[in-house]
């Protein structure tokens, strides 16, 4: 006993739960009560709008058939009415009239009311209504009587001026077999519209739940995606529909993401190692210093921390630069007269190796940031110092063709082998030629270069030469600068 009661307890708290649970999924269905999945929104839309269709259409169809039924139970009751009412006014009317097809009773009152002639099935009754109309048709609809069946009748009153007075013909139609069509009708589309409904609802579900297959597939493939697992695609359906288009898409965006993380890491890792350079050599200095207090050796050891001081400082300069221009940052953008830029940024050169002989056309504005096109222009020119061997040239001219301001820094140094031209605007790239003189360098001054002229729309990239090496930035021009260079 103790331990039913065990049980009953045990049981009690999972009920409290899922009661619980159940209050909380109607609370939700209140509050949004529209399904959540695309399939159920898709099922449910598609069923409405059949069914409003279905149901428009289910009233047209059974308004067109009571219409026609109605129609043609007037139409002989009237062709009849007509035939007794000539028959009156010619003075022939039998006392007995004969009833054609689609009649179901005729019956002639005169004046008074008094019946002067009527079918067999109404010999010996009263009138059947007392309608007088003065002249032409009255058309009305008779339930039940005059034979007490229930079914409801279509009759037709017709005015004769007969050599004894004006009489009324009446003649009716049951309307036995429309109201039998009617109840059909309505049978009929109160079992098929449920049906036909629920097998659009059926169909719907399942080509929306096929279509959305896939859909499933690329977002169960995504969710194990991590960045340990970055070489993971989607799986792309074979049908060429929007789904498939999305999946190549969201394939191609993983590649950009996966290159994109690569670049990061190979960029974390070689930052790492140009850093632990300058500043292992430093820590090597600092030690020997303290391992030899000679005030004679502190000059030379002050003055080897100290320029490895201003590598690490331009070393961290860059980097901030990079990550800057990663991040497109927005900068203040202004018109710029590239020749102006361009004499200023050499005047300000002091202590080069080699002069810069420029050829600058004049009249050519940019719209940029002053310091980062600066900055461009700087590392281009330091690229050159350090390869050149006796002449460095500056040229600036504009490609009216094309809108742009083209800006060359060429060297006479070894040049640039062909294989080798877009690496060099690689982060952290030194070439093992004879053109990895670097007397200092981080390899990062190109890229920085690079990165600048794509952040002002432009390109930077390594002009063919027959010697020596040409690197050369387009930017497009200013409206102003534009016409300026026609």
Request: aromatic letters at 4%; a neutral charge; charged letters at 25%.
């Amino acid at each position: 006993m103790a331990r039913g009661l065990a049980s009953r307890a045990g049981e009690v708290p999972a009920a409290i739960r899922r009661l619980r649970f159940a209050a909380v999924r109607l609370v939700r269905l209140v509050r949004h009560p529209w399904p959540g999945s695309v399939r159920a929104r898709a099922t449910l839309g598609a069923t409405a709008v059949v069914a409003l269709a279905l149901t428009a259409a289910s009233f047209a169809l059974f308004a067109m058939v009571h219409a026609d039924l109605q129609r043609n139970a007037n139409d002989a009751a009237t062709a009849q009415a007509d035939t007794v009412g000539q028959l009156a006014a010619e003075g022939k009317l039998p006392d007995l009239l004969p009833l054609s097809h689609g009649a179901d009773f005729i019956q002639v009152v005169d004046s008074s009311g008094r019946v002067v002639a009527a079918s067999q099935n109404l010999v010996g009754r009263p009138a059947v209504a007392d309608l007088r109309p003065h002249e032409g048709r009255l058309r009305a609809t008779w339930s039940g009587e005059p034979f007490g069946e229930g079914h409801r009748q279509r009759i037709v009153a017709v005015t004769a001026r007969t050599p004894g007075g004006t009489v009324t013909v009446y003649a009716g139609t049951s309307l036995r077999d429309a109201d039998a069509a009617d109840e059909i009708t309505k049978a009929a589309l109160g079992i098929g519209t449920p049906l036909l409904l629920a097998t659009v609802a059926l169909v719907t579900w399942w080509v929306t739940g096929r279509a959305l297959r896939p859909v499933e597939a690329i977002r169960a493939e995504v969710a194990e995606i991590t960045g340990h697992a970055l070489h993971r695609r989607v799986p792309v359906p074979a049908a060429q529909d929007e789904v498939a288009r999305l999946a190549r898409t969201m394939n191609v965006t993983l590649d950009r993401l996966e290159d994109a993380v690569v670049r990061q890491r190979r960029f974390i890792a070689d930052a790492s190692h140009e850093l632990r350079s300058p500043i292992t050599v430093l820590r090597t200095q600092l030690e020997v210093a303290l391992a030899h207090p000679d005030p004679a050796l502190w000059p030379d050891l002050v003055s080897d921390a100290l320029e490895d001081t201003v590598r690490l400082q331009d070393l961290a300069s860059d980097l901030l630069l990079l990550a800057r221009l990663d991040a497109a940052e927005p900068v203040s953008r202004v018109p710029l007269d590239m020749a102006e830029l361009c004499r200023t940024t050499v005047a300000a050169r002091q202590g080069d190796r080699l002069p810069v002989d420029t050829r600058l056309q004049p009249g050519l504005t940019v719209e940029g940031n002053r310091g980062w096109l600066v900055r461009l222009l700087t590392n281009l020119l330091d690229n050159a110092q350090r390869h050149a061997d006796r002449r460095i040239e500056l040229v600036l001219h504009a490609d009216p063709d094309a809108g742009l301001a083209v800006l060359e820094v060429t060297d006479d140094g070894p040049g640039i082998p062909e294989a080798d031209r877009e690496r060099i605007f690689e982060r952290f790239t030194r070439l093992d030629d004879a053109r990895s003189r670097d007397l200092g360098g981080a390899g990062l001054g190109l890229a920085i270069a690079r990165d600048i002229a794509r952040q002002h729309h432009g390109t930077l990239r390594v002009e063919p030469r027959p010697y020596g090496a040409c690197i050369a930035a387009r930017l497009p021009l200013s409206p102003s600068g534009s016409e300026a260079g026609r």
